[in-house]
C-alpha cells in the first residue's frame, strides 16, 4: 500500500504561481509513473499531468500545457507540479496518483493504483 499526501494548494489570484507537492511512503517510488488530476466542483476529475517512472518523460491536458511543469523527486519520493499563469478556471481539488501501467500515458482514473486525499487550489479573478 502507498500513502500519497499532497500539500501546497491555497487561494492564489488570477495569474499567479504556485508549486504542489505530493509526498509517497514508498522507497519504491521511482518504478511508479505518477500523474496529477483535478476536479472542480459538479465536474468529473481530470487529467492534469503525468510524468513517466524511467525516463521523466511528461505529458499534458491541452489545457494546462506551457503553463504547467510536472517533476519529480526520486531520492525525496515526491512528484511537484509547478502552475504558473494560474485562472480561475484552474480552480480544483488537485490530487497525485500513482501508476504501475507501462501503457503511456496514463489519462485514464482506472490506470492508477493509489490516490492522495487532495489539496484545493482556489484562484480568484
Known amino acids: 500500500q502507498v500513502q500519497l499526501v499532497e500539500s501546497g494548494g491555497r487561494l492564489v489570484q488570477a495569474g499567479g504561481s504556485l508549486r504542489l507537492s505530493c509526498a509517497a511512503s514508498t522507497d519504491a517510488f521511482g518504478t511508479y509513473t505518477m500523474g496529477w488530476f483535478r476536479q472542480a466542483p459538479g465536474k468529473d476529475r481530470e487529467f492534469v499531468a503525468a510524468?513517466?517512472?524511467?525516463?521523466?518523460?511528461?505529458n499534458y491536458a491541452d489545457s494546462v500545457k506551457g503553463r504547467f511543469t510536472i517533476s519529480r523527486d526520486n531520492a525525496q519520493n515526491t512528484v511537484y507540479l509547478q502552475m504558473n499563469s494560474l485562472q480561475p478556471e484552474d480552480t480544483a481539488v488537485y490530487y497525485c496518483a500513482a501508476s504501475y501501467s507501462s501503457s503511456w500515458p496514463p489519462k485514464m482514473r482506472h490506470e492508477y493504483a493509489y490516490w492522495g486525499q487532495g489539496t484545493q487550489v482556489t484562484v480568484s479573478s
Open positions: 510524468i513517466f517512472r524511467w525516463t521523466g518523460n511528461t
